[in-house]
Nanobody
Framework: QVQLVESGGGLVQAGGSLRVSCKASGSIFSIEAMGWYRQAPGKERELVAAITSGGSTNYADSVKGRFTISRDSAKNTVYLQMNSLRPEDTAVYYC??????????????WGQGTQVTVSS
């Protein structure tokens, strides 16, 4: 079994910055990709940013130029640096990871979510 534990959410004023972190632990052979999703009240969960084991990144158009995803593979940890935050960035942010527990066994895991609130 694999656990994803997020940290770093909170309340910030518009224009401010926050960094959220997510550490994977448990039965890990390798991690193919890690990413961040968010879900605002009354809306569907959406991809914010993702990063592969090779370092390729993908961002939602709404966060390009403001958010940066990075990864420390040695620590099985992914980070999301969020700058120039806007009230519309308010949501619960969820960590996601595609984890190989064995060379041919891959599974999708989710964290419990961390609240990010941006006040205007």
């Amino acid at each position: 079994q694999v656990q994803l534990v997020e940290s770093g959410g909170g309340l910030v004023q518009a224009g401010g910055s926050l960094r959220v972190s997510c550490k994977a632990s448990g039965s890990i052979f390798s991690i193919e990709a890690m990413g961040w999703y968010r879900q605002a009240p009354g809306k569907e969960r959406e991809l914010v940013a993702a990063i592969t084991s090779g370092g390729s990144t993908n961002y939602a158009d709404s966060v390009k130029g403001r958010f940066t995803i990075s990864r420390d593979s040695a620590k099985n940890t992914v980070y999301l640096q969020m700058n120039s935050l806007r009230p519309e960035d308010t949501a619960v942010y969820y960590c996601n990871a595609f984890v190989y527990s064995r060379p041919t066994t891959k599974k999708d895991y989710w964290g419990q979510g961390t609240q990010v609130t941006v006040s205007s």
